[in-house]
């Protein structure tokens, strides 16, 4: 009893103090700044932090909006970020070019329709190989879309060397179908419903095939001088991520039912977006996927060991 009433007073830790890290020893620091991009992706980190569990765990997680992904790899070489958002491809690209980075969780990966080639009702662009040099708007050059594109182009049979690529962001290509200055354009969820939706838009090709199937899509990383610098705070910054994947991954209608709130669309377009997997735990091979495919499409000069860039505890 004398024990426990010092603990109290005291405020010490009991060995399941929720604010230990997983090795039971206390975190560097208390306050963690979190980019956050595509609601879909970061819906189940969002969630986290807005129903406290981060807070239960002694971190006061602030998420900061990034409005394009190398937002938030300019905010971690900055410092005004703690963990950044990304695709896969992003940060492999990043890790490649000679960024220090570390992974601290995956976030999303892509299931049938989830991402996929789009054309408008009155296109004549009805076969993916069928076209000499098929104008494609992707969010980036050489980034996640493109990727997807070279595979998808392949595995239909064409040769995506052909292909013209016309950068837009996700709001803008539905402008760039319309104007005629891309014949297809590649969009993931939400904004795939909404050009179903509003513009009629037909699906091209789905990105679920071939070397795409089920692909790890985005992730969470922080530079490498702030993982070594707080490597039991990041412990605890993994852990309750992967409790609300868990959670996000075992019931998906929580997701949709937030979707209005962190997307602003309604709710009857987010009970139709086509949602993928939110993996529980931060896997290496499964990465090397991504980096591997890089590799083989010319995107990555050189193959990129992904196992080296996570934390040693995972």
Known sequence: ???????????????????????GQTP????????????????????AVADGSFTRAGLDVT??????????????SSGSLDVAFATDVAFLNAAAAGTALEFQGEAYTSAPYTM????????????????????????DGNGLGKLAVDSMMTTAGGDPSTAKFVTRSYDRMADALRDGSA????????YLTAAQQNLGAEILADSCRGATTNFPVSSYASNGQFARANPRTLEVFRRVLAEAQQRAAADQSEVRQALPKFTGIDQTTASLVTLGEYPTSLNGVRLQRVADLMHNTGMLAERLDVPSLLPKTS
Request: charged fraction near 20%; glycine fraction near 6%.
């Open 63 to 76: 998420l900061v909006e990034e409005p394009t992904v190398q937002d938030g790899l300019t905010g971690l």
């Open 1 to 23: 009893m004398l024990a426990a009433a010092l603990c109290v007073i005291s405020g010490c830790s009991s060995p399941g103090d929720s604010r230990q890290s997983p090795s």
């Open 183 to 190: 014949d297809a354009a590649l969009l993931v969820e939400p």
């Open 28 to 47: 560097e620091r208390s306050q963690l700044r979190v980019g956050v991009g595509n609601p879909v992706d970061t819906a189940p980190l969002r969630l």
């Open 116 to 139: 996929s080639l789009v054309t408008l009702p009155s296109s004549h662009y009805t076969d993916l190989a069928a076209k000499k040099t098929p104008r494609i708007a992707v969010d």
